[in-house]
């Protein structure tokens, strides 16, 4: 009875046919839509207490989710192809993790020009005096309108080095990010446009942010306490406007029901669960909604999808350095809180024993010592990111061990960092916690992929061994061929993940070939290839990974 | 020919059927014209097996989100500074501020800022739970060292307490003594406060105070009058004027006022109670110090001593209601406020606080004291206990709110104490 019943679950949560090819379709979203999605404003405070709260809660009293985490088979991503790939959308376009970029695209990254015009005039049209960091919005001589963000007096290049380079990194990834040029602003550039507005914050907190007319005593008392040893240069970093028209944040959970291209739940779309690998190598905590935007393109009738703001994220805070509790624990931590509650105080987390130590003020807060690869925590609880599961941890986890040494470098050194020392920090605190990242999730999943047919054989790539996260000599890999009917037309042991292929299996509809890597420690699910003729010649039809 | 026209029919309907199914991309294939559906994560069984976990979740899911529309109105909509707004006049002069606590009860501050000759009001007033329970407190005041250097006080009082309870004199006075009156207390004072360095104040403080005592109103406990003699009890049934000097003494080094981790705290005062035509003149000093101590990681061990004192030098008499008193919101807060009276008291509370979030703390605390005649008295023994917890929100500059759970061998009490956060 036992055995019926879960025969039944395990048939009920889809594990069955595991010797079929898989056919997954993923639809296109680039398809021109009827008509411009509504703007989004959500609420940060809102979002904070719903995914710290309500979402938890109706996950725990999800019951096919707690049944599948039970036996291991959670919701896996949606719009993964018959490769457990993602393909090529408005969300994300495959770069480093397919084919390794060069220095000069690192460098570049989403980059199209050589940034503001700096031979004329800025008009300033828009003047940002609330908040602790000033900036401003201005339009150059070529028309091309910037967000200008200022770096604190106290951290210099902090949060325009940090988001210069991580615009780089995450481009490289594959993410949509804007345009980010670090400028030697010279302030006699400034004028304010005739229609320039300013946002202030006022005495009367019925309203308590009004807009009035720009005056250039508003803009020299911004430069004042943007510049307030009155250099001659500031360092700027001018943030392109991405093209468009914005029609707000796009969400980690659900899909914008007036963009009919958005047909995958965003917390099953696997660039965005595997965010989180990328976001825990970069040290991005500063999740929130508003750290992404999406823009509606008028001509071509569709909404791309990008991150933003990355000033508070490896080691800046903004407008100082971080510290050593970001990335161990959400904003507002409700298990943290508990804990503490419960214990009387007595347990302390790691992050608070931690030294804040910063070498270098114009990199920030830089340590790896707390870094956990699946502990680490963005600022708020992100829905798509506790879907992560182990397809979703590979894929992230693959291409941010993609990144050579050099291309982290190159990357960093779009800081313009003027102490070398502080860019080669930064540089091996990413190429640290890359490796981190590589040897935690790889020691926890088949790392067989880019099988592809030369000379007659199937050919596989294992990812951790070709990286360095695992020793070669030491791994085997067990193969078998089965037929559609399960029955099995070869086995052997390799010391590569190569197979012969034996001309007499074409005569099979498709054969699957599973590929089980062995080596100490290692416990690990096959990850089988199918394969069928075309033409006589062999094709690869399809991956599972049955991790 | 019936029957061909049901097969075509059938036809017309499976190639309709067919053509949606297309169109609608469940065979795949994209289309320009019409977009696909919305990818379902889990099937139509699964989505029935999660109904039972929907329905229990309900409930909470809109307890919660009117919380999540509260926080966003406070957070998003500016709500408080909104609410801050409209309290305030639009030059920020003059408003009204709701405050609430345990030992005052509920109402509200009024202040008018350089509101004559410079000085800054206010106008408090509360109401407590039950009858006719209020105090009402106008002040003028001229800060920031305006007054020849120092900051100069005006302040009219007036206190109506209808169930102060009285449980007789001394330590060992029983819950089964108490006993009811009602206190009236009206006052103007005048203080004038000078900062000798950055963390001592001195105040120098004259006040003229009428004190008349009345039948308490509690149902639970009889009329202090009519347990007592005004002849036995020095202070009952009379309402006597004072005039009172004082001079204070405070001391405040921690490192985060709000939330201290390190530093001390002291308060002394010495007062002088001269009642007009009445043998009740008294002396009255009150010393405490709260030392504050980092252990680990902001959990702060905070031991604070103190002691009270009430003497009335050569024939004349400490009224009751001058005695040194236990209980209340300060200290022993398991016990209600004047539980024990005697000359003299001393008291000690050793508190735990830890971190639970960035401005929330918890607290544990045990409190002891006792009340003493003569401080020839003093012994270790016969102490009355409180202990208990608290959570408590805090502001760098200070404590926003604080509800307290204290149990002592009497009671268990919840006070609580919301001060203005704006």
Redesign the interface.
């Given at each position: 009875m036992k055995s019926v019943c879960l025969l039944s679950l395990l048939l009920?949560l889809?594990c069955g046919a595991p010797l079929l090819p898989p056919a997954r379709?993923v639809?296109?979203d680039d398809?021109?839509?009827p008509a411009k999605p509504r703007g989004r404003h959500p609420?940060?405070?809102?979002a904070?207490?719903?995914k710290t709260?309500?979402y938890q809660?109706?996950q725990i009293?999800?019951?096919?989710?707690q049944?599948r985490k039970l036996v291991g088979r959670p919701?896996e991503a949606?719009?993964v192809d018959n490769f457990d790939q993602v393909p090529n959308s408005t969300w994300f376009v495959n770069r480093n993790g397919l084919r390794p970029l060069s220095l000069e695209e690192i460098r570049r990254g989403p980059n199209r020009s050589a940034g503001p015009d700096t031979t004329g005039k800025w008009r300033v049209v828009a003047l940002k005096s609330a908040g602790v960091t000033p900036g401003m919005t201005i339009v150059d001589g070529r028309g091309a309108r910037y967000i200008v963000k200022f770096d604190p007096p106290d951290f210099a290049e902090l949060p325009s080095g940090t988001e210069a380079v991580l615009s780089k990194l995450f481009y490289a990834v594959g993410y949509n990010v804007p345009e980010n040029y670090l400028v030697d602003l010279d302030p006699n550039w400034l004028e304010p446009d005739p229609d320039a507005v300013m946002r202030v914050a006022t005495?009367?907190?019925?309203?308590?942010i009004s807009q009035r007319p720009l005056s250039a005593a508003d803009l020299e008392t911004m430069l004042a306490k943007a510049n307030p040893q009155g250099a001659g240069r500031v360092r700027v970093l001018a943030s392109r406007f991405l093209p468009g028209i914005p029609i707000g944040p796009w969400s980690y959970t659900g899909?914008r029901r007036d963009d009919?291209?958005d047909?995958?739940?965003h917390q099953?779309r696997r660039e965005v669960r595997g965010l989180y690998i990328i976001s825990s190598w970069l040290n991005h905590a500063d999740m929130k909604e508003e750290n992404t935007l999406d823009m509606y393109d008028p001509e071509r009738r569709l909404v791309t999808h990008y991150l933003i703001d990355f000033g508070s994220a490896a080691g800046s805070n903004a407008i100082q350095p971080s510290s050593p509790r970001r990335g161990q624990a959400n904003s507002?931590?409700l298990k943290d809180?508990f804990t503490?509650?419960v214990t009387?105080?007595?347990y302390?987390h790691d992050y608070?024993?931690a030294e804040p130590l910063v070498r270098y003020p114009s990199v920030g807060y830089l340590e790896n010592d707390l870094f956990k690869p699946h502990k680490w925590k963005p600022m708020y609880p992100v829905p798509a990111f506790e879907n992560l599961t182990l397809r979703d941890a590979f894929w992230g986890a693959q291409i941010v061990t993609s990144f050579t040494d050099a291309q982290i470098e190159t990357a960093v050194a779009t800081g313009e960092y003027s102490a070398a020392a502080a860019a080669e920090y930064f540089a091996r605190f990413l190429c640290q916690r890359r490796d981190m990242i590589g040897r935690y999730w790889f020691a926890r999943v088949n790392t067989l992929d880019q099988f592809e047919i030369a000379g007659g054989q199937l050919r596989g790539v294992d990812v951790a061994v070709k990286r360095g996260y695992a020793a070669g000599p030491a791994t085997r890999y067990r193969i078998e061929v089965r037929s559609p009917t399960t029955a099995v037309l070869a086995a052997d042991e390799r010391q590569e993940p190569h197979l012969d292929l034996d001309v007499a299996w074409k005569e099979q509809e498709h054969i699957a070939v599973s590929f089980l890597p062995r080596r100490p420690g290692y416990k690990v699910k096959p990850v089988v290839v199918y394969l069928r003729t075309a033409d006589d010649e062999w094709v690869i039809v399809g991956l599972r990974r049955l991790d | 020919m019936d029957c061909m026209i049901g097969k075509k029919r059938v036809v017309i309907v499976l190639l309709v059927v067919l053509m949606a199914e297309v169109s609608l991309g469940q065979t795949g294939a994209d289309s320009t014209e019409v977009f696909p559906e919305k990818v379902k994560y889990r099937g139509a069984v699964e989505e029935l097996a999660a109904l039972p976990g929907k329905l229990v979740y309900m409930p909470f899911f809109v307890a919660l989100y009117t919380t999540r529309q509260v926080a966003e109105a406070i957070w998003e909509k500016r709500a408080l500074d909104r609410v801050k707004g409209w309290l305030t006049t639009a030059d920020g002069r003059a408003g009204v501020r709701p405050l609430s606590n345990t030992s005052i009860g509920s109402g509200v501050r009024f202040f008018h800022k350089q509101f004559v000759f410079g000085a800054d009001a206010n106008l408090t007033s509360t109401l407590g739970k039950g009858s006719g329970r209020q105090q009402h407190l106008f002040s003028l005041g001229w800060k920031k060292g305006e007054v020849r250097g120092g900051d100069f006080f005006a302040v009219a009082h007036f206190r109506r307490e209808p169930k102060e309870s009285f449980h007789g004199i001394g330590n060992n006075s029983g819950i089964a003594d108490k006993t009811s009156f009602a206190q009236e207390d009206l006052y103007v004072k005048f203080s004038y406060g000078r900062r000798l360095g950055s963390q001592l104040n001195i105040d120098t403080e004259l006040d003229y105070h009428a004190i008349d005592i009345g039948v308490g109103k509690s149902r639970e406990a009889p009329p202090t009058q009519s347990v007592y003699a005004p002849g036995q009890l020095p202070g009952l049934g009379e309402t006597v004027r004072f005039i009172k000097a004082a001079t204070v003494v405070r001391s405040q080094i921690v490192d985060v006022p709000g939330s201290p981790t390190r530093g001390n705290r002291s308060y002394a005062r010495l007062r002088y109670d001269r009642a007009l035509g009445e043998a009740f003149s008294h002396f009255n000093i009150l010393v405490t110090s709260e030392q504050f101590t980092e252990l680990f990681y902001r959990r702060t061990l905070a031991l604070r001593l103190g002691s009270e004192w009430s003497f009335a030098p050569g024939n004349d008499v400490v009224p009751f209601y001058g005695l040194a008193s236990l209980g209340g919101e300060e200290i022993l807060r398991g016990y209600q406020r004047g539980r024990f009276r005697d000359r003299g008291s001393v008291f000690a509370a050793l508190t735990y606080k830890f971190p639970l979030w960035k401005v929330v703390d918890g607290t544990l605390f045990y409190e002891g004291g006792r009340t003493l005649r003569a401080p020839g008295d003093f012994t270790l023994s016969r102490w009355h206990g409180t202990f208990g917890g608290s959570l408590r929100a805090w502001r760098a500059q200070g404590l926003v709110f604080e509800q307290v759970i204290a149990r002592s061998s009497a009671a268990t009490r919840l006070l609580f104490n919301f001060k203005t956060v704006f």
């Open positions: 009920l889809g379709h639809h296109r398809r021109p839509i609420s940060l405070a809102n904070i207490i719903d709260t309500a809660l109706e009293l999800d019951i096919p989710r049944a919701y949606l719009n005495n009367d907190k019925r309203k308590p899909v009919p291209n047909v995958y739940s099953h507002f931590d809180s503490r509650l009387a105080g007595l302390v608070e024993r | -």
